[in-house]
């Protein structure tokens, strides 16, 4: 943890400001028109606020979702609050690439961009909006840029427009994979009868909050990170912990009880994300580590059936169509299992068959279902540590056991486990050069 913790930051007439203070005061005045799934949504809320004052101080800005199964849930209100409080507000619906791309480069300043209705947008009746998509991921990390042609006369020149900075969305029910991993995704509800918010009225409201947004700015004219960047807590890793070091940074800053409540926020969203529901790649897996039991190969006929005979799983029906072998086929090749000759015994003897093994799947159970903590059945543990990266210390101690006990224990719980430069395409500039293909598969299927 750094030590950035600060009293009194400035005196502004004769009320001094401190970061506690101030992020109390910004916390009551959203409490009072917003009703949030959690302690913990609120905290990220107000500290989102914050980071979007000193955007030169970070590597990278968190994306900031508020979802939600029907409307009326309170998403557009905390949009409206927030409003009131970042600077250089936009507030944008249905708006064209080109637009955001121009208000980004304004001259006036970087923006803070609360996108409303992202639905629209991105929702499964939505299609070709990936420079829009392409935007949001890669402006999410300082230096982003996005290539655009442009013609004057008869010469085509390139220009680089820059895409860093803050964004607030919100949306019913679905935000796409790729945004989700750089946000924190906030699932409201509708109030419950005991649950009271004053009536939010811009034209009465908005001067309490612009007068918070003034002194959140003086602060900001104070605050630097100055390379103390904050401890992660356990678990928070990866993309997880760009999302969460600038608001984590901020806490620091207002002592121990917001530093606290920060990381223990950030805990919470990290195990939530991790408890979503898995993609159709990822639950096929689970249940064909289920279905496998002790087998250690099953023809794919066999395999369909009993992914049908499932309760509650989805392949009896995807479409009007049950799962069949082309479309098995698809999803595993995306995890580099394929099907192969299996010979399998008959009232005739043997016959051969098409259909997978137990050890061509062991890989993909290990990286994408992590409880799986032995290897396969005529797999050595040498095999599992060197390609899978399995966490095997000491080779001699691990033997060539098979997964009867585990594979039957998942039973009960199958789940646990670049610059841009043509003129039509915005792709992020960490490499995202594709769709996510699992979601389109799980929109199209």
Known sequence: ???????????????????????????????????YPSSHAAIAHVLWIFHTHCMDQWDSTPRLVFLSPEPGSGKTRALEIS?????????????????????????????????????????????????????????????AMAGRCVTI?????????????????AGLKYVPTTIRDRSVVIHM????????????RRRIHSNTGNALRNRIATWAERFSLAGNYPDMPQGVEDRAADVWEPLIA??????????????????????????????????????????????????????????????????????????????????LSEYGVKSGTIRLPDERGRSTLKGYKVESLHDAWIRYLPT??????SVTASQVNADAGFGVSDKSDVTDTSVTNELQSSRSNPNSARDVTDVTDVTDVEGMAEPDTSEREQLTI
């Not at 009293?7 to 007439?13: D, K, Q």
């Open 1 to 35: 943890m750094s030590d950035q913790s600060d009293t009194v930051l400035r005196l502004v007439g004769e009320k001094p400001i401190s970061t506690e203070g101030l992020l109390d005061e910004v916390l009551a005045f959203l409490k009072k028109f917003v009703v």
């Open 83 to 143: 409003e009131t409080l970042v600077p250089r507000p936009i507030e944008a619906v249905n708006t064209t690439p080109a637009y955001l791309f121009r208000k980004v480069s304004d001259e006036d300043g970087v923006p803070t961009i609360l996108y409303d209705e992202i639905d629209t947008i991105f929702g499964p009746k939505a299609r070709d909006n990936e420079e829009i998509r392409g935007f949001l991921n890669a402006g999410h990390r300082r230096g």
């Open 153 to 169: 006369g008869k010469k085509v020149t390139t220009e680089e427009l820059p895409a860093y900075c803050a964004v607030a969305m």
């Open 189 to 200: 509800r509708k109030r419950a009868p005991t649950e009271e918010v004053s009536p939010y």
């Open 250 to 331: 901020i806490a620091d800053g207002a002592g121990e009880r917001w530093s606290k409540n920060a990381r223990d926020a950030a805990v919470s969203f990290v195990k939530g994300c991790r408890e979503t529901e898995p993609s159709f790649g990822v639950r096929l897996l689970a249940d064909l580590r289920v279905i496998f039991a002790t087998d250690t190969q099953l023809s794919t006929k066999t395999i369909l059936q009993r992914l049908n005979d499932l309760e509650e799983a989805p392949w009896g029906d995807l479409r009007g169509k049950p799962l069949d072998a082309r479309r098995i086929a698809k999803f």
């Open 372 to 377: 799986l903590e032995i290897s396969v059945t």
